[in-house]
């Protein structure tokens, strides 16, 4: 394929900016393999290993992600909390999640444990960045309970299995996109994936069972404007 001459590409890169950013797109908002997205790009006559894909998504899937959460309103003050057991190489690791109330997740985090430590940490870094919730609910798991009260004493916490099923839901791509990798083969290969996937998979899919058909539309517009925004800010 010849590239256009309004395509430059990418410095360091053999490729335009566009290419790459519509390639870790793909990726993240279809559950794709690297793989896939070669034969994807292969169909449209650009000719990339799944190795060169797979640099892009860690290279560049950070920046996209980093940039949703630049330009995201401020989460309200309601949050939900959670942990799913994921295997990596054999063992058990705990990810803990946490979003807010409209569904849009705030962070998340791959521990080995699952103990008042590990919610330590992970709440500890969620009130960080957002400041102290004014409600929070989580499952029956007592090691909420210590973290919450010393780093959020005012906040009211609700430890009740059937108030969390919104970050239950939250927590199928996770599902999805493991089954494909065939498990993650790395603690920090989970944690690189998952904190960009979980942004990048929310802005680009918006919940179309809330939205009338025309809402739909609009929505992934404004989700494509921001691509472009985000991509033309791409740096080597």
């Given amino acids: 394929?010849?590239?256009p001459t309004i395509m430059p590409r990418l410095k360091g890169f053999r490729f335009p900016r566009e290419i790459i950013a519509y390639a870790v797109w793909a990726y993240h908002r279809f559950a794709l393999s690297t793989t896939d997205v070669e034969d994807l790009l292969a169909a449209r006559g650009v000719i990339v290993s799944r190795e060169a894909v797979r640099l892009w998504v860690n290279r560049f899937g950070q920046h996209f992600a980093d940039c949703i959460r630049r330009d995201r309103p401020r989460p309200n003050d309601k949050w939900h909390m959670d942990e799913v057991v994921i295997m990596i190489r054999g063992r058990k690791h705990w990810l803990w999640r946490a979003i807010a109330a409209n569904g849009d997740v705030l962070d998340i985090l791959v521990?080995?444990?699952?103990?008042a430590k590990a919610a330590k940490r992970f709440f500890k870094g969620l009130?960080?960045?957002f400041g102290e919730p004014r409600v929070v609910i989580t499952d029956k798991l007592?090691?909420?309970i210590k973290p919450i009260n010393t780093l959020a004493p005012d906040a009211d916490h609700r430890a009740h299995k059937g108030l969390n099923n919104a970050i239950e839901v939250s927590h199928r791509p996770?599902?999805?996109r493991e089954k494909l990798f065939g498990k993650f083969k790395s603690h920090r290969q989970a944690q690189r994936f998952l904190s960009a996937h979980d942004q990048i998979n929310l802005i680009f899919r918006p919940r179309r069972y809330q939205l009338t058909a025309n809402s739909y539309r609009h929505a992934r517009s404004d989700a494509f404007y921001l691509r472009d925004d985000y991509t033309e800010e791409m740096t080597a």
């Fill in 142 to 144: 007592r090691s909420y």
């Fill in 174 to 176: 996770t599902r999805k």
């Fill in 1 to 3: 394929m010849n590239i």
């Fill in 111 to 115: 521990q080995t444990r699952r103990s």
């Fill in 127 to 129: 009130v960080g960045k």
